[in-house]
């Protein structure tokens, strides 16, 4: 499940006239960096919900081959886990990756979604979250989202709190994260807590980069990062 629905209202103006999943980072659109990186790892079949401007991320898309792509379109912004929960009947009854198609990250000694599914316990989990530590996070200077204990399940960062991780934006959840889920809009964060509570709530830190692209600001310090790192090609997506 990939979710480009939402507005990007921090990275006006660019985001008035594009939708933020197609805007470009170093030649390629931060979407199809995202779609290569499920390639990739195996996926097949995407599930992309689209909001505002989607007719645009439907015609970008409508040459590209693989993963093989189904639409979860939303007449109104159903927000995080509104747009799993509306899109729950075409993900099928097993443990599917979340991806955020506005996230950029550069894979460590193994690809991020690899290890993802390599550390999944179904039995244990309901949800498996990619963190990144804040301070090696480009662009970010946020107070952090999760905390993790020795067994790697994962508690938010509470009021008043400094957390050492920041979400990446990539996950495995299991379609019984949204079981009893409210209706309409609402944000994944309400899951996650719950299966927190419930202590199913899992995390493994990436070994890689991972980008906060966020504001017009945070977007050309990503691009110059990129060009930085690979001063050859910085389209390439290693």
């Given amino acids: 499940m990939v ?3 939402g507005r990007g209202l921090r990275l006006r103006p660019i985001t008035e006239s594009r939708p933020k999943p197609l805007v470009e980072m170093a030649g390629r659109s931060l979407l199809d960096r995202v779609l290569d990186r499920l390639a990739a790892s195996g996926v097949a079949d995407c599930v992309i919900n689209t909001h505002h401007l989607g007719a645009m991320i439907h015609e970008h898309l409508t040459a590209r081959a693989t993963p093989r792509i189904r639409f979860s379109d939303e007449d109104a912004l159903l927000e995080t886990g509104g747009g799993v929960k ?4 075409l993900l099928g009854d097993g443990p599917f990756y979340i991806v955020n198609a506005d996230v950029l990250w550069l894979d ?9 599914a390599r550390a999944w316990d179904e039995g244990a989990m309901d949800a498996l979250l990619l963190v990144h530590p804040t301070v090696r996070a480009y662009g970010y200077d946020g107070q952090g989202d999760f905390f993790l204990d020795p067994a790697g399940r994962a508690r938010r960062r509470r009021a008043g709190e400094v957390a050492p991780y920041v979400f990446t934006g990539i996950e ?14 609402f944000s994944i964060n309400l899951l996650f807590d719950r299966a927190e509570h419930a202590g199913r709530l899992a995390a493994i830190v990436h070994d890689g980069e991972w980008f906060h692209v966020g504001t017009p600001d945070s977007l050309a310090g990503a691009e110059a990062a990129l060009r930085d790192l690979f001063p050859g090609d ?5």
Avoid: K, Q, T
């Fill in 3 to 5: 979710l480009a629905a």
């Fill in 86 to 89: 509306h899109a729950l009947p």
């Fill in 108 to 116: 460590g000694r193994r690809p991020a979604l690899e290890r993802l």
């Fill in 172 to 185: 495995i959840a299991h379609p019984r994260l949204f079981d009893g889920a409210p209706d309409g809009a």
């Fill in 234 to 238: 910085p389209r390439r997506d290693p």
